[in-house]
């Protein structure tokens, strides 16, 4: 029976949720307002890497792209699920994997935007299940030039999963394997690296920027600009002290006009950039966008590249930082707050799943079958990775907005559900 093999069961939900989407009239393609910047990129030169725009222009009209990203999604998610299987994690774990990742915020949220979050995930998926394929032993060469090929595929969509290029290499040294693959490790880890490193070279080669795409430095100067202060903007050295002067003009302007909220005052009665960041992030995560694209992106000068604007905000936005480590320290306590907390109380299949978990212990306690000896290593390192990679960019960088929080909650579901087939299971 097709429930027998978590592949299975993970096609299964697949339908499931695609038959959902449709019902509830979630087919056609959503155009969000960052799609045009992935569209309207068509050279190294842009704000986005043009590879989402080269692939996603022909289908932002209808069900046609939705429907590819799905596909490419689900089918990613059944090649991990049969690699862990593979490589031999329980019925259990690979179900628990494969219902984790089709029942997903991911999928249920962001499967119709066009966006590359579905298909920059399908591709870590795909790199996650060679490395996985590497670990059980199967035949290297070809798998190592493809995950190589899948993770520069995943950040040249998503730039926030490069992690991955250094994590992956990791994951194989951790994962249980069968054979010694000191010599794997490095040709892989050459392997994620070397595609990075020649798009940076060519970059700085051309455009005299070393960064892969144009785009961090912009967008670390929406939180640069939200912590920015007439004190701390005199203490920086010229040029970015009139460049933060300039920051703050337009925060001004926005406030005044009515388009941003300016900082609560805490109980002292003054204005305290730490206060809001540590204890009420959301009213900073609020702010972000249009302080950062009406007022920070307004100080583009007339004829300026953008590859030389990205350069300058990004040398205001680390100067800013290293000048105010405190308020940094802020941002990063209550941006991982945010995400932590988010991925836990909006991620429904893991609110879903640790509610039927509770109510089966409540109604019918039964002690949890044995595990398989890989499970809860494997899905351990698996889930660790997994959350490293899609988070480190997201907290030291920018603030989680929710669709970088549905990805790094991923494989959160993982756990409640794979208790709960283990107690179902029980003899």
């Known amino acids: 029976m097709i429930w027998r093999s978590p592949v299975g069961v993970t096609l299964i939900g697949g339908v499931l949720v695609v038959s ?11 155009v969000s307002p960052d799609t045009a910047s992935y569209v309207a990129s068509t050279s ?47 019925w ?48 290297r060469g ?114 005044a006009e009515g388009r941003m909220a300016d900082l609560p005052r805490n109980s002292a009665g003054e204005r305290s950039f730490t206060s809001v960041a540590v204890l009420y992030f959301d009213i900073l995560a609020r702010m972000h966008d249009t302080l950062l694209y009406e007022g920070v992106g307004s100080l583009r000068a007339d004829q300026e590249s953008w590859v030389s ?11 800013t930082l290293r000048a105010a480590p405190v308020s940094y320290a802020a941002w990063l306590v209550g941006a991982l707050s945010r995400l932590v907390g988010h991925a836990i109380v909006l991620n429904g299949a893991f609110v879903v799943a640790s509610g039927l978990l509770a109510l089966a212990v409540l109604v019918r306690p039964k002690p949890l079958a044995a595990a398989a000896a890989m499970d809860v290593p494997v899905l351990l390192v698996l889930s660790a990775i997994w959350l490293a990679g899609t988070a480190t960019l997201i907290v030291f960088t920018t603030f989680p907005a929710e669709r970088y929080i549905d990805s790094a909650g991923l494989l959160l579901p993982i756990w409640p559900i794979y208790a709960m087939l283990r107690m179902w299971r029980h003899p």
């Open 20 to 30: 959902v989407l449709a019902l509830l009239g979630q087919s056609n393609v959503w």
């Open 44 to 90: 190294l030169a842009d704000m986005r890497l043009p590879v989402y725009g080269w692939l996603a222009s022909p289908w932002l009209v209808g069900p046609t792209l939705p429907v590819l990203q799905i596909l490419a999604y689900l089918a990613a998610s059944c090649w991990l699920v049969a690699a862990l299987r593979g490589l031999g994690v329980s």
């Open 92 to 139: 259990a774990a690979g179900v628990a994997v494969g219902l984790a990742l089709m029942c997903s915020n991911l999928v249920l949220l962001w499967a119709r935007a066009a966006l590359p979050e579905l298909p920059g995930h399908a591709a870590i998926l795909v790199a996650l299940a060679l490395v996985v394929e590497l670990a059980a032993g199967r035949q």
């Open 142 to 255: 070809w798998r190592i030039v493809a995950c190589g090929c899948a993770v520069t595929l995943a950040w040249a969509l998503r730039p926030s999963l490069l992690p991955f290029i250094v994590l992956l290499p990791i994951l194989l040294a951790f994962l249980p394997r069968r054979v010694p693959m000191h010599a794997t490790i490095v040709l892989l880890a050459l392997a994620c690296a070397l595609p990075a490193i020649g798009l940076a070279a060519l970059r700085y080669e051309r455009l005299g920027d070393a960064n892969v795409v144009s785009f961090g430095g912009f967008q670390m100067a929406g939180m640069a600009a939200l912590m920015l202060t007439p004190e701390l903007a005199e203490r920086l050295p010229e040029p970015e002290r009139a460049e933060a002067q300039a920051v703050i003009v337009q925060r001004n302007r926005l406030v």
């Open 309 to 319: 604007f990205n350069a300058r905000m990004q040398k205001l936005a680390l100067t």
